[in-house]
């Protein structure tokens, strides 16, 4: 299937910074909240797999603002005998173009910007779902719009969710964010993990006492939860052996170890609208 340009309208993207997440079809109490702690609020998501491209995001050192199904991007296409042709629509152009062109609109599922001032347009999908023509057409069209407006564009699946262990030791951390705990406990911590970085065993060890039991580890835990320890998340399960550092030490992303632009499992489902353009109008579903 190929994809055609027809032409390129530039749109005004300051109208897109409030969120749409009405604009999304849903059944009423299914979305999934995840915490966004520096965000100080939680991010609404439309099932599983978009709560787990959100844990990774909202624990993001590098991550400074998470917008979720932030923006509705109008567009237009028709089919032709080599292939849709795809138009990206004004948002405040309020004309429809004539048939045989189809109007329609899609809500990416997040909007992420960077420390060092990158903006991504997410998309998260089930994998076995990228080869229909609806969803590649779709993304076709997020991608656009992502290149038009000097954002990046990545697609996320399950297969670079659940690669490795990051996933599992954010959520494994998410349960001692909040822990209570012994604030002179915690300072000690924090100053003996400062001068030289050692395992997770060896600081329960230094600092287990009869009366405190579990309550050394999971300290160390909320530590690492709240950023005044680190340690490496991406590559095997949090276990006695893990090394722990001084919090702001490691800093991580996923977007290009994990998480390649454009989809690091999705570039060849999408070579046939590598060349589609689009341009700008209302819409329906």
Request: include cysteine.
């Amino acid at each position: 299937m190929t994809t055609r340009s027809v032409s390129t309208t530039s749109g005004d993207t300051e109208g897109y910074s409030v969120s749409t997440f009405r604009l999304r079809r849903r059944t009423p109490g299914t979305f999934v909240l995840v915490p966004f702690p520096k965000g100080g609020r939680s991010i609404r998501c439309q099932g599983q797999l978009e709560a787990a491209a959100a844990v990774i995001l909202a624990n993001c050192p590098t991550v400074m603002s998470i917008q979720e199904q932030p923006l509705k991007i109008q567009y237009a296409w028709r089919e032709t005998s080599s292939g849709p042709v795809i138009q990206l629509l004004a948002q405040n152009n309020p004309a429809r173009p004539p048939a045989p062109w189809r109007c329609s609109y899609i809500v990416p599922d997040f909007l992420v910007q960077s420390s060092d001032g990158t903006t991504r347009l997410i998309e998260v999908k089930p994998f076995d779902k990228l080869h229909k023509p609806d969803v590649q057409r779709k993304l076709s069209v997020a991608r656009r719009f992502a290149e038009q407006n000097g954002w990046s564009f990545l697609i996320v699946t399950e297969r670079e969710l659940r690669r490795g262990s990051l996933l599992g030791n954010l959520r494994l951390l998410s349960r001692y964010r909040r822990l209570v705990a012994e604030t002179s406990l915690l300072e000690t911590m924090s100053a003996f993990v400062a001068q030289q970085p050692t395992s997770l065993a060896d600081v329960c060890a230094h600092f287990l006492s009869p009366d405190r039991g579990q309550d050394v580890r999971a300290a160390i835990l909320h530590l690492v939860a709240t950023g005044h320890l680190d340690l490496d998340l991406h590559f095997e399960p949090i276990s006695d052996s893990t090394r722990l550092h001084p919090g702001g030490s490691i800093l991580w992303e996923p977007f290009d170890s994990v998480w390649k632009p454009s989809g690091s499992r999705t570039v060849e489902p999408f070579a046939s609208f590598a060349n589609s353009v689009l341009i700008n109008s209302p819409s329906s579903t």
